[in-house]
């Protein structure tokens, strides 16, 4: 969101993808917010300050309302209906566009940036944005409807009729167009022109001569309606030439005169505010044609206000609204409750003045089965007969409780005699009922109960267990015994107990290998004096356990005794730095 002066943009609205208005148009248009009231707006940015532009009256052109300038940035504001949003319809969008630009080349006045950011639907009509705009300076009619093709292309779809806009440029105009798109031109141009009348009809501020005094501009407010009677048309203003009408000029004279009536103007006696034509008369409804209220305002006649103030009288408008429809809503509701109240007394007082009477009055209507009554409990509702329906072929019918003999007899199963008239409850293995496939019952049998394993079974895999633990248990405590044992008989017999190896690591120096010989070893290990035990890095196999004194040998480095006692777990560092 971008804040430019009392407004927010909201979203910049894409240009036309193609046409003449796809050129680099330096507006660009954006969706707003008016930070005061909230109203929705359509903020055209311009490169550079432009007053408000002169747009002729018409349902389907949405006026300019506002201008300004934020840093460098000037603006121009129109002002969007509360439920207005951008046009989705092709043929909506035709026919509105069309008469917009019917009226905009019908005064010579081309708008030259038509696309889809400037068509907006609201009230079940399509109104045309932007005109008045600075979008092109040689923007011509027929780039208006070609760029109007496109856009309605855009879209959706091109009706068939407007065709001829994008294959036979300036075959058509707006009017021509409308009038084929089966748009009502006449009543277009009726309902224009009787808003125009409407605006016409509206008091306009006469402006009064200079020194004139209230009687007689009142007499000759008078003189100019009787003049309107009698002609019978529209009531002609008449203007005298340029000679004798000096316009009044903002200056010390007119600052001198505090009422603005009594005053002198520039021209002496006689002076006249206004505008002036030289030998011609203007009639009223043209005077006001231009200053035409837009249909998209309510502001009060005669009230001059800024858009920021008309803007927030109708919110206020709006909220009263809003009150006055919730107060209506609230009265009709209550009026509804009291009415529904009266005719549920009216209903009473019927059926009892009825019952006073001896006429029978009907039971209200009962959906459903009758209440049963407490002393037949379990038992039928009077005059219903129960008839039991076979939905299953009997090869898939569960085993009844009756048996038929070869004899024809029924054989029934032996039951516990009922107390009380209900039959003795009876314990049958549950069953699943559901919907088959065609729609039918479906009885699906339980799979039987599993015979209950015996007691005892049950503490077989435990003990089972127990034994595998106990067996592991003893194993355990025969093992230190058994290494004792074997320890001992090699004591008693002198033979050396066996011995594991032993890794060796150099320290300082790489690709170095040191040989380890014998200086002195135990007796038992069997080994010379100067024999070579192994090499370093690597591991070394002592034969027996004991204190080995070994000479470290390695190429380069002087030779050094090492001291080692077996059996040991950590491996031996030898430093050839030290």
Known sequence: MKPIGPYVAVQALPPPANGVAAADSPIQTFRATDRLTGIPVLLHILPYAQGLPEVPFSPHLLPVVDSGVDGEQAYLVTELPLQAHPAQDPELAARGALAALSVLHGRDMTHGGVSGAQLWNHDGGVALAGAGLPWREDATPQGDLSDLALTLQALGALPEVLRP????PGSLSAHEALALLGGDVADQEQKT???QEAAAELPLDQPAALGQSLEEEAAATLAGASDSEVSGGQPIVPLTSPEEVSPLLPGKDAASSPSGTGGRGIGGEGSVVGSAQT?????VSEQAQTSAVSPFSNAPTGQSETPQERR?????ERQEQATLDSQAAAERRAAYLKEQSEQETREIAQAAELAARGVPVPEPFQMGFAAESTGDVGGAVAGVQA?????????????SGEEIDGTGTVQRLPSA??????????DLPPIRIGWDEDDSWRVVRTAPKSSQPSPLLRWVPLALVVIVLLGAALLWALRPSRAASTDADDAA??????CCNVDFTLRGAAGVTAQLNVVSAPASAKLAANQTLGLAPGKVNFPVQGTYQLNVVAEGYR?????VVVPRTQPVTIDLGN
């Open 165 to 168: 806009l994008l294959e036979q």
């Open 193 to 195: 022109a009787g808003q």
């Open 279 to 283: 030998g011609a008369t203007r009639p």
């Open 312 to 316: 927030r009288r109708q919110n206020d």
């Open 387 to 399: 008839r039991q329906v076979e939905r299953l072929p009997a090869s898939l019918r569960r085993p």
């Open 417 to 426: 005699v009922s107390t009380g008239g209900t039959p003795a409850r009876r």
């Open 493 to 498: 017999t002198g033979a050396p107990a066996p």
């Open 559 to 563: 030779s050094a005794p090492l001291t």
